[in-house]
């Protein structure tokens, strides 16, 4: 299968930690990228590779991974937190795939 | 740092050929980097449209592949995307996109793929 799977919602109090998870076969092959889309905005890298942040991101932000499965946890999330987070990574054909998304939002 | 910065008419007329340019500034457009194309319909998720190497090598997302070229200009640092015979479900915000694979060596290699490099997008209509 080329497809990336995301919860669509997910909800968090302020300050709690919450995973965000990416289901899909390529994942067994691939690290999956993680990116944050505020509204009217493009798509930032939050965590790539293993668990890569790049320059910039907060270090609340981290990547794991097991079998199928991909995470992106948040230590202590912030009311910026609130938005939308795509993980993407490359299928078995070599092409890229997004999931659909989580909107996350921040009680 | 290496900038993207998206151009191109904000409305197309069904059946006609969608064409956005991508201007790369503060670096090279002939490094080892994938130069990629993603949409977004309003109120929709990120969609791959597809990519192209320095090298010239292109992968395009299997559903758009029969409508889709991407071209890169080492001269004029730029890459292009064309997309034909457009409906109203092209119409979306395009992003272009500066991306790398990597591979994480090991008994069991590992791979990554990311876009780092993002422009700010530019709305395209389809509408008559």
């Known amino acids: 299968s080329s497809e990336l799977t995301q919860d669509p919602a997910v909800s968090v109090a302020l300050g709690q930690t919450v995973r965000l998870t990416c289901q899909g076969d390529s994942l067994r092959r691939y690290y999956a990228t993680w990116y944050q889309q505020k509204p009217g905005q493009a798509p930032v890298l939050v965590i790539y590779g293993r668990n890569n942040r790049p320059s910039g991101i907060p270090d609340r932000f981290s990547g794991s991974s097991s079998g199928n499965t991909a995470s992106l946890t948040i230590t202590g999330a912030q009311a910026e937190d609130e938005t939308d987070y795509y993980c993407?990574?490359?299928?078995?054909?070599?092409?890229?795939?997004f999931g659909g998304g989580t909107k996350l939002t921040v009680l | 740092q290496v900038q993207l910065q998206e151009s191109g008419p904000g409305l197309v007329r069904p059946s006609e050929t969608l064409s956005l340019t991508c201007a790369v500034s503060g670096g090279s457009i002939s490094s080892s980097d994938w130069w990629s194309w993603v949409r977004q319909s309003p109120g929709k998720g990120l969609e791959w449209i597809g990519e192209i190497y320095h090298r010239g090598n292109t992968n395009y997302n299997p559903t758009l592949k029969s409508r889709v070229t991407i071209s890169l200009d080492n001269s004029k640092k730029q890459f292009s995307l064309n997309l034909t015979s457009v409906t109203a479900a092209d119409t979306a915000v395009y992003y272009c996109a500066r991306g790398a694979d990597e591979t994480v060596q090991g008994i069991d290699p590992y791979y990554y793929y990311y876009m780092d490099v993002w422009g700010k997008g530019t709305t395209v209509t389809v509408s008559s």
């Open positions: 993407n990574s490359r299928d078995s054909s070599g092409h890229q795939v």
